[in-house]
Every structure is written in structure tokens, then in C-alpha cells.
């Protein structure tokens, strides 16, 4: 009997498959190594919940209805005031409050992009942004991050061949230079400044993922993109990974006139005010450089119990840039290792990890997986590292040696 999906069509753009390959977890005890959530116990919530009382007896009446205007005023200034720290200059009226950066992607993308154009990215990138640019219908170009993230120098070859041939140009290029998901490598200085030259020289926008680049474990800092170019940079931000992803906010810097158009692409008014209001309350006299610390502190160890632990289960059969902020570490496995092969079986034995080929435009990170270590205990972290090692040696055998669980050697 046909449904009446089957007599209807959705629209060509919808993509075919979800952004992301991870497993669906069902087993309670299972070790989430996929998630690259948040650490809940860092979450401010003595301080949110005191926030949360303060918004709506201030300001709910006001919170709670349409919105026009831009949120309040103090969430535009807390962010100016901290993207000073990093260097970034900006009116008020070159912010905007977004749902999460993962809007801002989107928003870039529909500001940019008319369908068949071209956009370049890492290889790997997120997925959620490789989604978005699918979404937009462009052509996704990728080029390839080493230790010192983006190979911009194969990037450049790339736009001198096509301004020689006349070949298209992209509209922007969409980048993870501090603490890359899911590679984990921060693009160096030189790079930054050539990057910054080129999107000049060759008329395109860089949209600057930021992310992560509060979480700073080794202190070293690196010059956001948009302090070297701000006219051709769309930077974006979050909430999610310095207080919580469930805020669901986050901002986006650029010229007034980028900011202009997103407005007009933004329907519905401003973004969550009222979660917004409430946000604006915990910043207020919050001791942020404090929690910041704290997540720092944290996340740092977990990163270091995870490289320890990937060390001594794995050995030398994997490869890994030891991030120096952020959530993850890429796994790079031997050129015949399929990390799908085993997904499924290292979430039967109680892990997950998120598999490589999510994270390529066409799907050919097979020997990589990202593991993430902010979510879980130091005690999973060792234990997760370790089933996921016994994963992966029992598909080594099976695939060196076609035995099965129970033939053992
Ligand atoms: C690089 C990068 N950009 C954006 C996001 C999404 O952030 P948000 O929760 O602000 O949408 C993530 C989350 O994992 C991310 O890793």
C-alpha cells in the first residue's frame, strides 16, 4: 500500500543521509566517545539557576514577547568585550547573536552561496558545515590540514591554476584554524597571514570557525583570522563550548553590511531572547576567566589521560596530533583500515566513536575516527580507549586472518 510519501517529493536539496555517521546508543553503560559534548558537572548551574530567577523577574515580561530588536544590549557587549581579549575589534552593530555557531554556518552559507557555486574546506572539516554547504547546493572543494592545519600553500596553487585557466573561485572558504574539529591541529602564524593575502588578492571570504579556541591548554596564542583581515572575514563563535550547548547560542562578527544581510535571512526576530536574557544575567559579575580556567584544567587532563591511554592500547598502529585545545583526538589508522568495519562491533562490545567518512565531502576518511574527551570520565576514557583497541585488533584478525570470534587463533 503506498504512503502518501510515496506520492509526494521533498526538495532536491534536502540531503540524502544525516551529517554525522555515529552510532545511536542505546545501552545505558555504554562509553560515549562519539559525543563531543560538554563536561555536565562544569556546567555553571548554582549560578544559572540564580540568573534564571534574576531574567524573569527583571525582564521576563519583556523577554517573553516578540522581539524585534536585537536581544539585550549586554550579551552584544559581554562578547565585544571579550573578543577584545582576542584581539577582535567590533562595533556593536558587527554582532549578532546566533542559534549556536552551527546557525552561523548556515547563515554564511545562504548569504554566500547561490547553487553551483564553490566553496573549499578542510579535509576532514565538520560535518555540520559540509552539510550546510550541501544544503546550499555548492560545489565542495577540500584540501588537506597537516600538523600546522590548513596546507595553505596547496590552496594557493589551487587559485593560481584556476585564475591562470579561469576557473571558478570560491565564494569562501570555510575554516578551523584554532583546535580543529575533529583534527585537532591549530594553523600556524605564517599560514594565518598567507591565508589572510590571499582572500584578499583573490576576492573571497574566509568564514572563521572559533569554536574552540577559549579552550587553551598550552597557552600559545594564535591571531584570529579576522584580526588580519576583518572586511573578508565571517567569524563565528559559541556559548556551547564555554557554558552549554543546550543555550543554543552563539555569535557571528563580520563587516556591518555581512551583518545587515544576515538579519534579513534570519526569520523569526532575534534569536532566543529570552534565553538570551537569561545568559545575560549569569554574565553579569560572572568570574568567567575563573570557569574558563576550570574547563581548561579539566579538559586538558582528560586529553592527556586519553593520549595515554590511545598510546598503550593501540601503539603504533594509529597516528595522532596531541591537540593543544579542544575536544578531540583523529585517529589516523593504517591505509586498509576501514574504521566503519568496526564501528558497529565497538558499539556492540559499549563505545562509540564517531567514524572518519563523516567528516570528508565525499566520504573517503575511511581509516580515521574521532574520539572525543570532554564528555566522559578519566575512568571511560581508559576504559573506552581500551574495548575500543579490542575492536579493532579482533577486525585485524578477521581481516588478516578471516578468523571469527569463535575460531580463536
Ligand atoms: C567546529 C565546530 N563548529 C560549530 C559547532 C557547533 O556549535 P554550536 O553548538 O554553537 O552550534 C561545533 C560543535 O561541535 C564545532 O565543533
Not at 536581544?71 to 577582535?88: A, D, T
Not at 589521560?305 to 585545545?325: I, K, N, R, Y
Not at 593504517?334 to 556492540?348: I, P, Y
Amino acid at each position: 500500500m503506498s504512503t502518501p510519501f510515496d506520492l509526494f517529493s521533498f526538495a532536491k536539496r534536502i540531503p540524502a543521509t544525516p551529517s554525522i555517521g555515529s552510532t545511536t546508543v542505546t545501552k545505558p553503560d555504554h562509553i560515549h566517545l562519539s559525543f563531543g559534548f560538554a563536561a555536565p558537572h562544569l556546567f555553571p548551574i548554582e549560578q544559572l539557576s540564580r540568573a534564571a530567577y534574576e531574567a524573569v523577574a527583571q525582564h521576563g515580561r519583556k523577554a517573553l514577547q516578540y522581539s524585534g530588536s536585537g536581544g539585550p544590549r549586554k550579551i552584544l557587549e559581554w562578547i565585544q568585550n571579550r573578543s577584545l581579549v582576542h584581539g577582535i575589534k567590533a562595533e556593536l552593530n558587527q554582532i549578532m547573536v546566533t542559534y549556536g555557531s552551527t546557525q552561523g554556518i548556515d547563515l554564511a552559507a545562504r548569504m554566500l552561496l547561490d547553487p553551483g557555486d564553490h566553496v573549499w574546506v578542510e579535509s576532514p572539516s565538520f560535518f555540520s558545515a559540509l552539510q550546510a554547504f550541501r544544503t546550499a547546493e555548492a560545489v565542495i572543494t577540500s584540501f588537506p590540514i597537516d600538523e600546522d592545519g590548513l596546507r595553505v600553500d596547496l590552496l594557493e596553487n589551487a587559485l593560481l591554476e584556476a585564475g591562470r585557466n579561469n576557473k571558478p573561485i570560491p565564494k569562501f572558504i570555510y575554516t578551523m584554524p584554532t583546535y580543529h574539529n575533529p583534527g585537532g591541529v591549530t594553523l600556524s602564524n605564517e599560514r594565518r597571514r598567507r591565508l589572510a593575502q590571499l582572500a584578499e588578492t583573490y576576492n573571497f571570504f574566509i568564514v572563521e570557525d572559533d569554536a574552540y579556541s577559549e579552550l587553551n591548554f598550552s597557552g600559545r596564542k594564535f591571531p584570529p583570522l579576522y584580526t588580519l583581515i576583518p572586511e573578508r572575514v565571517i567569524y563565528l563563535n559559541t556559548f556551547s563550548k564555554i557554558i552549554g550547548p543546550g543555550l543554543r547560542l552563539g555569535w557571528m562578527i563580520a563587516d556591518k553590511r555581512v551583518i545587515e544581510k544576515a538579519r534579513l535571512l534570519n526569520l523569526g526576530g532575534s534569536i532566543g531572547v529570552f534565553t538570551q536574557e537569561i545568559l545575560a544575567q549569569l554574565l553579569d559579575g560572572f568570574a568567567f576567566q575563573e570557569h574558563v580556567d576550570q574547563l581548561i584544567l579539566h579538559y586538558s587532563e582528560q586529553r592527556d589521560v586519553m593520549a595515554e591511554a590511545v598510546q598503550s592500547s593501540f601503539g603504533d598502529h594509529v597516528t595522532f596530533h596531541l591537540p593543544e585545545g579542544g575536544f578531540y583526538i583523529w585517529l589516523q589508522f593504517g591505509k586498509h583500515v576501514n574504521t566503519s568495519d568496526f564501528l558497529r562491533d565497538a558499539a556492540e562490545m559499549g563505545v562509540s566513536f564517531v567514524d572518519g567518512k563523516s567528516f570528508f565531502a565525499k566520504q573517503e576518511g575511511y581509516p580515521y575516527a574521532r574520539l572525543c574527551f570532554s564528555y566522559v570520565s578519566e575512568e571511560q576514557i581508559v576504559r573506552g580507549v581500551n574495548i575500543l583497541a579490542d575492536a579493532y585488533f579482533a577486525y585485524e584478525e578477521q581481516r588478516l586472518f578471516g578468523l571469527t570470534k569463535q575460531q580463536p587463533l
